[in-house]
C-alpha cells in the first residue's frame, strides 16, 4: 500500500489545487494577474540567484573535522587547540579565483582554501590559498589586480595583454607567477593540492606571550597536477572535474584528509629577520623555521544541499578566537573589513544567523537585532542595548589576541624592508629548486601566456622580472616567446599570401 503524499504547498503554506495548469479568462484566454501561486512561482524563480561572489565564485565545499595530535598550549590558549585527541567539526570551501560560476575547475588558476572552525570559542575562520604566497603586499592594488585578471571591459574575456600589463608594472608579483605557471598551477583535483593560511597570523598563551604563526595543510593524498594538455581535454568535457571528484570522493567512502602544520616565529625575532615576515609575497623557509604537525583535517560529509552550504558559506578572516589573532600584514589587515563586507551586500546582514555560518559548538548573543531577512525570533522581547540590567550578555573582559605594538607617524608609507628584501630572491630560489624538465614546462607555460601579449614593452617589462630573479630564467623565456611570435608570423604570412 503506497503512503499518501504530503500535499504541496505555497510559501503561506495554502495548498497548491493546481500545478501543471495557469489559471486563464476561459480556456483559450490569456493568464490572469489573481493566479497567486503562478505568479509567486514565477518571482521566486527569478529571485534563485544571489550575487556571485567578485572573487572565489567557483566552488565546492564539505564537511568534516579536524583532530589536534600535538601539543601546542605552549604557543596559544585556542580551546579547540588544547588538547591532544580533541576534536572540532570544519566546514571547507575550495574555489578558483578569476572564474565565474560557469567557469571550468580545471584551469590555470590560485585555489581558494578556507576553513571555518566551528569552536566552542566561537567560529574562527581560516581564508586562505592553496599557495603560501600572493600576487601583492598591499591592498590598495587588489582591486586593479582582480581587474587586470578578469573579463576585459569591451571583449569580455580574460586578456593577456591585461594580465602581463599589471605583472609587468608590479614586480612582487614575480614569485606568485612562478608558482602559477609551474607544474603545482594546475591541481588534479581539490583533494591533491596543499593549503596555506598564506599570511602572518599570531598566537597566543594563557601567560599572554605572543607568537607569531603560517598555516601549512599538507594534502596525505599527495600533491598531483596536471599540464596544460591534461586541463584543456579535462575542463573541455567536464567543467565540474574538481567538484564531481570531492563529491564522489565521500561519498564512496574515501574521505581526503591533510595534515595541518606551522611555522612559529618569537616575537622578538621578527623586527630583525631576513625578510619582512609579513609580506605575503614572501615565504618564511623552513630551514629558518621549521613547519612543525599540530593535526590532521579531514572531510567525511557532503552538504545535503549545494547552495544552503557551499554557496552561502561566508569565511571572514576578522573572525577570531581568544588565543588566535592577525599581525601587520597589509594584506590581511585590509581582508579583516573586505570580506565582511563582501557577505553583507552578497548575503545580507544576518547572512551569519545561515546554518552554514553560525556557531554549531556555542551560541551567538548579541544586541544585533532587525535588518534584511532576519529568519529567527529576533531576541524576542529581550532587550537590544547594552548595559542594561535585565540580565543580556555582557563584555568578557579578556582579549583574543595580544596587543602590537606601534611606533611612527601615520601616513602611506612604502612597505618596510628587511636586509635581505627584495621582489626577485624567492622567486629565483624557486626556480634554481625545479630540475630541468620541470623548468621547461614552466618556462613554456609562461611563453604560451606572455607571446600573446599586443605589445612588445609589456613583453619586455615582464620578462625582465624573471631575468631579475634568475638570468637563466629570462633569457629561456625570451627564447620560447621569440619561437612562438615567429611560428605565428609564419602562419599568418601562409593565410595571407594565396599564390596563382
Same mark, same amino acid.
Given at each position: 500500500m503506497m503512503s499518501k503524499k504530503n500535499t504541496l504547498t505555497t510559501e503561506s503554506g495554502a495548498p497548491v489545487a493546481d500545478n501543471q495548469n495557469s489559471q486563464t479568462a476561459g480556456q483559450t484566454g490569456p493568464v490572469l494577474l489573481q493566479d497567486q501561486h503562478l505568479i509567486e512561482k514565477l518571482a521566486r524563480f527569478n529571485r534563485e540567484r544571489i550575487p556571485e561572489r567578485i572573487v572565489h565564485a567557483r566552488g565546492s565545499g564539505a564537511y568534516g573535522h579536524f583532530e589536534v595530535t600535538q601539543d601546542v598550549t605552549k604557543w596559544t590558549k585556542a580551546k579547540f587547540l588544547n588538547e591532544v585527541g580533541k576534536k572540532t567539526e570544519v566546514f571547507v570551501r575550495f574555489s578558483t579565483v578569476a572564474g565565474s560560476r560557469g567557469a571550468a575547475d580545471a584551469v590555470r588558476d590560485p585555489r581558494g582554501f578556507a576553513v571555518k572552525f566551528y569552536t566552542e570559542d566561537g567560529n574562527y575562520d581560516?581564508?586562505?590559498?592553496?599557495?603560501?604566497?600572493?600576487?601583492?603586499?598591499?591592498?590598495?592594488?587588489?582591486?586593479?589586480?582582480?581587474?587586470?585578471?578578469?573579463?576585459?571591459?569591451?571583449?569580455?574575456?580574460?586578456?593577456?595583454?591585461?594580465?602581463?600589463?599589471?605583472?609587468?608594472?608590479?614586480?612582487?608579483?614575480?614569485?606568485?607567477?612562478?608558482?602559477?605557471?609551474?607544474?603545482?598551477?594546475?591541481?588534479?583535483?581539490?583533494?591533491?593540492?596543499?593549503?596555506?593560511?598564506?599570511?602572518?597570523?599570531?598566537?597566543?598563551?594563557?601567560?599572554?606571550?605572543?607568537?607569531?604563526?603560517?598555516?601549512?595543510?599538507?594534502?596525505?593524498?599527495?600533491?598531483?597536477?596536471?599540464?596544460?594538455?591534461?586541463?584543456?581535454?579535462?575542463?573541455?568535457?567536464?567543467?565540474?572535474?574538481?567538484?564531481?571528484?570531492?563529491?564522489?570522493?565521500?561519498?564512496? %567512502?574515501?574521505? @581526503? $584528509?591533510?595534515?595541518?602544520?606551522? !611555522?612559529?616565529?618569537?616575537? /622578538?625575532?621578527?623586527?630583525?629577520? =631576513?625578510?619582512?615576515?609579513?609580506?605575503?609575497?614572501?615565504?618564511?623557509?623552513?630551514?629558518?623555521?621549521?613547519?612543525?604537525?599540530?593535526?590532521?583535517?579531514?572531510?567525511?560529509?557532503?552538504?545535503?544541499?549545494?547552495?544552503?552550504?557551499?554557496?552561502?558559506?561566508?569565511?571572514?578572516?576578522?573572525?577570531?578566537?581568544? %588565543?588566535?589573532? @592577525? $599581525?601587520?600584514?597589509?594584506?590581511? !589587515?585590509?581582508?579583516?573589513? /573586505?570580506?565582511?563586507?563582501?557577505? =553583507?551586500?552578497?548575503?545580507?546582514?544576518?547572512?551569519?544567523?545561515?546554518?552554514?555560518?553560525?556557531?554549531?559548538?556555542?551560541?551567538?548573543?548579541?544586541?544585533?537585532?532587525?535588518?534584511?531577512?532576519?529568519?529567527?525570533?529576533?531576541?524576542?522581547?529581550?532587550?537590544?542595548?547594552?548595559?542594561?540590567?535585565?540580565?543580556?550578555?555582557?563584555?568578557?573582559?579578556?582579549?583574543?589576541?595580544?596587543?602590537?605594538?606601534?611606533?611612527?607617524?601615520?601616513?602611506?608609507?612604502?612597505?618596510?624592508?628587511?636586509?635581505?628584501?627584495?621582489?626577485?630572491?624567492?622567486?629565483?630560489?624557486?626556480?634554481?629548486?625545479?630540475?630541468?624538465?620541470?623548468?621547461?614546462?614552466?618556462?613554456?607555460?609562461?611563453?604560451?601566456?606572455?607571446?600573446?601579449?599586443?605589445?612588445?614593452?609589456?613583453?619586455?617589462?615582464?620578462?625582465?622580472?624573471?631575468?631579475?630573479?634568475?638570468?637563466?630564467?629570462?633569457?629561456?623565456?625570451?627564447?620560447?616567446?621569440?619561437?612562438?611570435?615567429?611560428?605565428?608570423?609564419?602562419?599568418?604570412?601562409?593565410?595571407?599570401?594565396?599564390?596563382?
Amino acid at each position: 500500500m503506497m503512503s499518501k503524499k504530503n500535499t504541496l504547498t505555497t510559501e503561506s503554506g495554502a495548498p497548491v489545487a493546481d500545478n501543471q495548469n495557469s489559471q486563464t479568462a476561459g480556456q483559450t484566454g490569456p493568464v490572469l494577474l489573481q493566479d497567486q501561486h503562478l505568479i509567486e512561482k514565477l518571482a521566486r524563480f527569478n529571485r534563485e540567484r544571489i550575487p556571485e561572489r567578485i572573487v572565489h565564485a567557483r566552488g565546492s565545499g564539505a564537511y568534516g573535522h579536524f583532530e589536534v595530535t600535538q601539543d601546542v598550549t605552549k604557543w596559544t590558549k585556542a580551546k579547540f587547540l588544547n588538547e591532544v585527541g580533541k576534536k572540532t567539526e570544519v566546514f571547507v570551501r575550495f574555489s578558483t579565483v578569476a572564474g565565474s560560476r560557469g567557469a571550468a575547475d580545471a584551469v590555470r588558476d590560485p585555489r581558494g582554501f578556507a576553513v571555518k572552525f566551528y569552536t566552542e570559542d566561537g567560529n574562527y575562520d581560516l581564508v586562505g590559498n592553496n599557495t603560501p604566497i600572493f600576487f601583492i603586499r598591499d591592498p590598495l592594488k587588489f582591486p586593479d589586480f582582480i581587474h587586470s585578471q578578469k573579463y576585459d571591459p569591451y571583449t569580455n574575456q580574460q586578456e593577456p595583454d591585461n594580465v602581463w600589463d599589471f605583472f609587468s608594472l608590479s614586480p612582487e608579483a614575480t614569485h606568485q607567477f612562478t608558482i602559477l605557471f609551474s607544474d603545482r598551477g594546475i591541481p588534479k583535483s581539490y583533494r591533491h593540492m596543499n593549503g596555506y593560511g598564506s599570511h602572518t597570523f599570531q598566537w597566543v598563551n594563557a601567560e599572554g606571550e605572543a607568537f607569531w604563526v603560517k598555516y601549512h595543510f599538507k594534502t596525505d593524498q599527495s600533491i598531483e597536477c596536471l599540464t596544460s594538455e591534461q586541463a584543456a581535454e579535462i575542463a573541455g568535457n567536464s567543467a565540474e572535474h574538481h567538484h564531481i571528484d570531492l563529491l564522489h570522493a565521500i561519498d564512496n %567512502g574515501n574521505p @581526503p $584528509s591533510w595534515t595541518v602544520k606551522v !611555522q612559529i616565529m618569537p616575537i /622578538a625575532e621578527a623586527r630583525e629577520y =631576513r625578510f619582512n615576515p609579513f609580506d605575503l609575497t614572501k615565504v618564511w623557509p623552513h630551514g629558518d623555521y621549521p613547519i612543525m604537525e599540530i593535526g590532521r583535517m579531514t572531510l567525511d560529509r557532503n552538504p545535503d544541499n549545494y547552495f544552503a552550504d557551499v554557496e552561502q558559506a561566508a569565511f571572514d578572516p576578522g573572525h577570531f578566537v581568544p %588565543g588566535i589573532g @592577525p $599581525s601587520p600584514d597589509k594584506m590581511l !589587515q585590509g581582508r579583516l573589513f /573586505a570580506y565582511g563586507d563582501a557577505h =553583507r551586500y552578497r548575503l545580507g546582514i544576518n547572512h551569519t544567523r545561515l546554518p552554514v555560518n553560525c556557531p554549531h559548538a556555542t551560541k551567538a548573543q548579541n544586541y544585533g537585532r532587525d535588518g534584511f531577512m532576519r529568519f529567527d525570533d529576533n531576541g524576542k522581547g529581550s532587550k537590544n542595548y547594552e548595559p542594561n540590567s535585565f540580565d543580556g550578555p555582557v563584555q568578557s573582559n579578556e582579549n583574543l589576541y595580544a596587543p602590537l605594538e606601534i611606533h611612527g607617524v601615520t601616513g602611506s608609507h612604502e612597505w618596510v624592508k628587511h636586509k635581505e628584501d627584495d621582489d626577485f630572491v624567492q622567486a629565483g630560489n624557486l626556480y634554481r629548486l625545479m630540475d630541468e624538465a620541470q623548468r621547461k614546462r614552466l618556462v613554456d607555460n609562461i611563453a604560451g601566456s606572455l607571446s600573446q601579449v599586443s605589445r612588445q614593452d609589456i613583453i619586455d617589462h615582464s620578462i625582465q622580472h624573471f631575468s631579475n630573479a634568475d638570468k637563466e630564467y629570462g633569457n629561456r623565456i625570451t627564447e620560447a616567446v621569440n619561437e612562438l611570435k615567429k611560428i605565428e608570423s609564419n602562419q599568418i604570412s601562409q593565410r595571407t599570401f594565396q599564390p596563382f
